[in-house]
């Protein structure tokens, strides 16, 4: 997971290293393995390592670049690493380390603002080009790794999670009652780039910035989903079941154990399939752990066990009483930060937990697959909706009578199931 935190001055203030360590002190649970600090001038990083790829410590960061001119922060993982590895050894660039953030920020060095297209992965970076004084930073397309920033009389801050701007002391905490307002009156929440703190925002997925040696911030996007809708290939559902397979293959390059969440639903049964098929050399002699919960609602027990036989894995239940439900409920508030959208959080937390006291550091789920592959009913409506609501009334009626044809459904209650959700 890792966390980083930033302090840029701004009109001569230099941040002591105090508030660098505050601040990375307040997100410790993120990086228990090991932690570092660096200044240059008005420049100051902290940083909380959760070991994943290159366990020693030439992993080591805040990291500088083998000529000393950059230094860069990173949470996440480019999942891609070993192929940029070779392209960039190919063009002359030397690694001391066996992990990605040393690749990352070679790639930064050849390629610069260019380099983002070519990876693959979940980021939050910053590097600090010491050359020019000016500082560069990202986030990953689809926003999966956090990362905020605020600006202060003082400084521009930086931070893995809202936690860490407060120790810092250079922040006031107080509410962001617009944001505090829409969700409270009308459940709205993680709808832009306000949070629930004022002063502090996101940096937009798929973003990236600058900042000059004075301290302008200019925030621009790098990636976003194409205005038109591509028509789908013949062989989608090949080329799918590919992207996928390969997805998978890369997200076990870990020196750490990798274990699934399985739910029993297609998405978590199909990702664990596919790790039982892709693993490999010594990770092959390890037990593949499977963490679960499952409400007396929503049991899905007989598709757990049958998945369990096809894979060979080990499953490992999580058990909640509604007394230990609701006692970790704090813990589960405080490590958000924010209010949540349900209480599944709880059990998130649970098995992330359950997950570390067995020896697991790194978890694939599905979380999120439901969005992106329509798994619910309501997913088709409110996409009908959008489509009609922006005057596009052939691709509407095209994708319901899609729909229609494979649910086995009359095209005309399909598309009365609109007015009945309207």
């Not at 105090?18 to 600090?37: K, N, Q, T």
């Not at 290159?54 to 960061?61: I, K, S, V, W, Y």
């Not at 459904?409 to 598309?415: F, K, S, T, V, Y």
Request: with cysteine; net charge negative.
């Amino acid at each position: 997971m890792c966390g980083i935190t930033a302090i840029i001055g701004l009109d001569g203030f230099r941040p002591e290293r105090w508030r660098l360590e505050a601040m990375a002190d307040a997100i410790r649970h993120r990086g228990p393995d090991d932690h570092g600090y660096y200044q240059s001038g008005p420049v100051g990083f902290g940083f909380r390592r959760l070991s994943i790829l290159d366990l020693t410590a030439e992993g080591h960061q805040p990291m500088l670049s083998h000529d000393g001119r950059y230094a860069i922060i990173f949470n996440g993982e480019i999942y891609n690493y070993l192929e940029l590895r070779e392209e960039l050894a190919a063009r002359g660039h030397r690694f001391r380390s066996t992990g990605d953030t040393e690749v990352l920020l070679a790639a930064f060095a050849e390629w610069g603002e260019a380099c983002l297209p070519k990876l693959n992965g979940m980021w939050a970076f910053l590097i600090h080009d010491r050359q020019s004084g000016s500082l560069f930073g990202a986030r990953d397309r689809f926003g999966v790794k956090p990362f905020y920033y605020c600006r202060t009389p003082e400084a521009l801050l930086f931070a893995s999670e809202l936690k860490a701007f407060a120790p810092s002391g250079l922040y006031q905490p107080a509410v962001n009652w617009s944001t505090a307002g829409r969700f409270l009156h009308d459940g709205v929440m993680d709808d832009g780039v306000e949070t629930f703190y004022a002063g502090i925002q996101h940096i937009p997925a798929g973003s990236c910035f600058a900042i000059d040696p004075r301290g302008e911030m200019s925030l621009s996007s790098y990636w976003s989903f194409p205005p038109e809708e591509p028509a789908a290939p013949a062989d989608a559902a090949e080329r799918f079941a590919e992207l996928f397979e390969d997805s998978v293959r890369l997200r076990l390059r870990s020196d750490v154990p990798v274990g699934v969440c399985l739910s029993g639903g297609l998405d978590s049964t199909a990702i664990i399939c596919a790790m039982a098929r892709q693993r490999e050399g010594p990770a092959r002699e390890q037990p593949l752990f499977a963490f679960s919960y499952n409400s007396a609602e929503f049991d899905e027990t007989p598709y757990l066990e049958a998945t369990i036989r096809q894979t060979g894995a080990t499953l490992v239940n999580l058990t909640l009483s509604g007394r230990e439900f609701w006692e970790s409920f704090g813990a589960v508030l405080a490590a958000q930060d924010e209010p949540v959208h349900t209480m599944t959080a709880v059990v998130g937390y649970g098995l992330m937990k359950l997950a570390h006291d067995h020896g697991v550091t790194v978890i694939l789920n599905g979380q999120g697959s439901d969005e992106t592959a329509a798994g619910y009913p309501t997913f088709f409506l409110h996409y009908w909706h959008t489509l009609l609501r922006s005057h596009r009334y052939p691709s509407a009626l095209r994708e319901i009578h899609r729909f229609a044809g494979v649910h086995q459904q009359p095209r005309a209650e399909a598309a009365l199931s609109l007015l009945r959700h309207a």
